[in-house]
């Protein structure tokens, strides 16, 4: 099993460029989620999946939006980048969204908007 | 202001001293605790999960501990290793499940030789 795997690792884009910033799991899990973690701050939800074509807003939706076509994957879009969505990104997944599940992450990706 | 509060934020020890980390919640209706570990460039890795009927839960060399009235929780590690150096996350889970989670900033230990 290769887990949670994320792809670019590094990312640098101009302020007003777009991107997806993608996500895959093969643990057949349902949920999965992303999270955007900034200096002096713990990490923030993003959007999350309760399974395919099922998507919601979590804390920090602004500026992303989210698709689930099949329950491996779970790409975020920047539609428009801004500065202030220089971050690192992780998406994470486990077998349901209940509190007893764990939570698998990614390796991240680090993105930087000038 | 984060309702999650972990101290200290960093902290240095020597190669197999112990060492314990807290964390003050004031986020409610609380479900679940779990302790994260967090290498420097990966994501964080689950060490123990605790409901709020549970006051000690181990895996290892780390203990971590609730005190679901005063809403504090600790982690300790024993006899320390330099692999130990990474960030130590404290999250808390609400009845909701994932969806309802709040994460600590941190604490980054630091073990030298």
């Known amino acids: 099993n290769a887990g949670v795997t994320q792809t670019p690792k590094f990312q640098v884009l101009k302020t007003g460029q777009s991107m997806t910033l993608q996500c895959a799991q093969d643990?057949?899990?349902?949920?999965m989620s992303w999270y955007r973690q900034d200096p002096g701050m713990g990490l923030r939800l993003i959007h999350y999946s309760v399974g395919a074509g099922i998507t919601d807003q979590g804390e920090v939706p602004n500026g992303y939006n989210v698709s689930r076509s099949t329950t491996e994957d779970f790409p975020l879009r920047l539609l428009s980048a801004a500065p202030s969505q220089t971050s690192v990104y992780f998406c994470?997944?486990?077998?349901?969204?209940?509190?007893?599940?764990?939570?698998?992450f990614g390796p991240g990706t680090r993105l930087l908007v000038l | 202001k984060n309702q999650v509060e972990q101290s200290p934020q960093s902290l240095i020890i020597l190669e197999g001293k112990n060492c314990t980390l807290q964390?003050?919640?004031?986020?409610?209706?609380?479900?679940?605790l779990r302790w994260y570990k967090q290498d420097t460039g990966r994501g964080p890795v689950s060490l123990t999960i605790m409901t709020f009927s549970e006051n000690t839960k181990s895996n290892g060399r780390y203990t971590a501990t609730l005190d679901a009235d005063t809403k504090q929780s600790s982690l300790h590690i024993t006899a320390s290793q330099l692999s130990d150096s990474a960030s130590y996350i404290c999250?808390?889970?609400?009845?909701?499940?994932?969806?309802?989670?709040?994460f600590g900033t941190g604490t980054k230990l630091q073990v030298i030789p």
């Open positions: 994470a997944s486990s077998y349901s969204a209940g509190r007893g599940e764990t939570q698998y």
């Open positions: 964390c003050n919640y004031t986020v409610s209706p609380f479900s679940n």
């Open positions: 643990m057949n899990h349902e949920y």
């Open positions: 999250v808390v889970i609400l009845s909701g499940g994932y969806q309802k989670v709040t």
